[in-house]
């Protein structure tokens, strides 16, 4: 039992073969649909389809004026996406710790992170849920500093009924496989500021507000995506609906179902955010022995973000383990069973029952 199978079928392939059809495989006449229905669902003023994830990070970091001898604060439990776009666009990424109960920025431990340096901060929603906003909007504030939104995991998440990738200044959902709505690759970035959207537009086309000039205002590169991505994003978006209703049933059963083992804690549902549940997250004791016992009976899992400070790659920040223990905790005891649409209610019966089994119920 995989960890995720896409919610795709014949609506995406009806749209591929009208791309096909039209011979316009750039961005086109989808791709317009697609940003028009994205505005629609998140009520922003601008937003720019782009590659993927990682790369609209990165031209929002961009987009900000954001770069050597800069730095901005970045949760240390996140995909390593969320610090790689700070590094790659010259700047330094300060890593805070997050809260136990959703594993998001911890608010009272970021004005600690803040240095004459600092230029952003970048809240990351995880699993489905909003990061805790007000906090960060009102620090951001008392700093001047601008706040960069991952919404990677939070298409469909709103905190206090403002859309996740809104509330700052700029923000970004991705569509990868495994999200919530998929393009396969792909993600957009969302912005009520006119100043980043153009300088965004120039960055990702080449340098030019565009396609088909050869007149280069400003310097670029390539971020743009395809009709043919675009065409499964507008199916999968008039999908969501469905997607959130089957997702919710299934989590709740999990819910319903592992409720009396104490070994597990779900994360908590908090009251400023709706849930989209992106897996089902728990922390488990004696998580190894249970991964491997779901994984000898066909059950594939998933731990939770590696920490950032003990990524190999970001040995040279100098971080001590003991500044991040919420994070460690999170990677040695968070689990990550699968949510997915296509999941029947035997499978998530037998996944809770292979739990309730490893741990003697």
Not at 64 to 77: K, R, S, T
Not at 100 to 129: C, N, S, W
Request: glycine share 8%.
């Amino acid at each position: 039992m995989p960890q995720l199978i896409p919610y795709v079928g014949k609506e995406e392939l009806e749209n591929l073969k009208k791309v096909i059809a039209n011979q316009w495989l750039t961005e086109g006449p989808f791709t317009e649909e697609f940003v028009s229905l994205i505005k629609d669902v998140t009520g922003a003023k601008y937003a720019l389809p782009v590659t993927n994830g990682t790369m609209a990070l990165f031209l929002a970091v961009l987009s900000l004026g954001i770069g050597p001898g800069d730095e901005v604060i970045v949760p240390d439990f996140t995909f390593i996406a969320s610090a790689t776009s700070v590094h790659f666009a010259g700047a330094r990424p300060v890593f805070c710790d997050v809260t136990d109960d959703t594993f998001t920025i911890d608010t009272d431990k970021l004005e600690e992170r803040i240095t004459e340096k600092t230029k952003a901060i970048m809240p990351v929603h995880v699993y489905g849920q909003s990061a805790d906003m007000a906090p960060v909007l009102q620090m951001a504030r008392a700093h001047n500093l601008t706040v960069i939104e991952d919404a990677a995991q939070g298409f469909g998440v709103f905190y206090n009924n403002k859309h996740t990738g809104t509330l700052g200044d700029v923000g970004m959902i991705s569509f990868f496989a495994d999200k919530t709505i998929t393009t396969g690759e792909g993600a957009v970035i969302l912005t009520n500021r006119e100043d980043v959207y153009e300088r965004a537009k120039l960055i990702r086309n080449q340098g030019r507000s565009s396609s088909g000039v050869f007149i280069h205002p400003a310097l670029g590169m390539n971020f743009r995506m395809t009709d043919l991505q675009s065409a499964i994003g507008v199916a999968q978006i008039k999908k969501f609906n469905e997607i959130k209703r089957l997702k919710s049933r299934n989590y709740a059963l999990y819910r319903r179902e592992l409720s009396g083992v104490k070994e597990l804690k779900f994360l908590e549902e908090v009251s400023h955010s709706n849930l989209v549940p992106f897996r089902t997250n728990v922390l488990a004791e004696d998580k190894e022995d249970l991964c491997k016992h779901l994984e000898e009976n066909g059950i594939q899992t998933r731990s939770f973000f590696f920490p950032l400070h003990r990524q190999p790659c970001f040995n040279f920040l100098g971080y001590r383990e003991e500044e991040f223990p919420v994070s460690n905790r999170g990677f040695e005891q968070g689990l990550s069973l699968p949510v997915y649409c296509g999941l029947q209610k035997k499978d998530i019966l037998n996944i809770c029952s292979r739990i309730k089994e490893h741990y003697g119920y």
